[in-house]
């Protein structure tokens, strides 16, 4: 469901510009709030959330899934943990769907769905190990990255149950915003994906916002 926000950029707490092939990791307060931004469009930000308490409690696409009883994420989606709580709310999309089954771009998945020679390219789980072994003060290890939310890539469900990766939803400007229930880590690969057309094969980068509110 399209809806637009109040909040104005100038009055955020922090800023965070991410370039495609870097990663954002942080922490967000309860009752703070988190805008993701599309600065350039057609651009994919793979996502994984964390109870700051204890990390162990992380997002859960099937638990989110399930309690909506929809497989797209957009204003209104609780994003639920692997304990079945909410740990954060959309509030604001202007996109209008997110997905949350096309998981996140490996060295390893590039090679079988593309070719032996993409192992080398650069990829959105290489971006998280990165992120936890840069900051080991998160608490976070390998075990801990697991099923994501793709923030505004397009993987449409056929009739028959099929996932197709699709061009891109999203456009300059478009963003997905949403409300901490509980002390969280962000996680955020921006997409370097080359392969296929999440991101138009052109990564860009996305900018973070948080809010106190
Ligand atoms: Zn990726």
Redesign the pocket.
């Known amino acids: 469901m399209l809806t637009e926000s109040s909040r104005r950029a100038e009055n955020a707490l922090r800023r965070s510009v991410v370039t495609a092939g870097d990663y954002y990791i942080g922490n967000l307060d309860a009752g703070q709030v988190l805008r993701i931004l599309d600065l350039e469009g057609n651009q ?1 930000a ?1 996502t994984l959330f964390y109870s700051a308490v204890d990390p162990s409690e992380r997002y859960s696409a099937m638990d989110t899934i399930r309690e909506q009883g929809n497989i797209y994420l957009t204003t209104g989606s609780q994003l639920r943990s692997n304990a079945n709580r909410v740990m954060l709310e959309i509030v604001a999309d202007t996109c209008g769907r997110h997905d949350t089954l096309g998981g ?2 490996a060295t390893e998945s590039n090679t079988v769905r593309y070719a032996l020679e993409k192992r080398c390219m650069h ?3 290489d ?1 998280w190990m990165l992120a936890i072994a840069e900051h080991p003060e998160f608490g976070l290890s390998k075990r801990d990255i697991t099923h994501n939310i ?1 923030f505004f890539m397009n993987v449409p469900v056929t009739g028959d149950g099929g996932l197709t990766f699709e061009d891109g939803i999203s456009a300059p400007g478009k963003y997905v915003e949403m409300r901490a229930a509980m002390d969280v880590i962000v996680l955020v ?1 921006n ?3 080359l392969n296929n057309p ?1 991101n138009g094969y052109n990564p860009t980068p996305v900018e973070l916002l948080i809010w106190n509110d």
Do not use: I
Request: neutral net charge; charged residues 15%.
């Open positions: 994919a793979d996140a771009c990829a959105c789980r971006s793709n690969s997409c370097p994906q999440c």
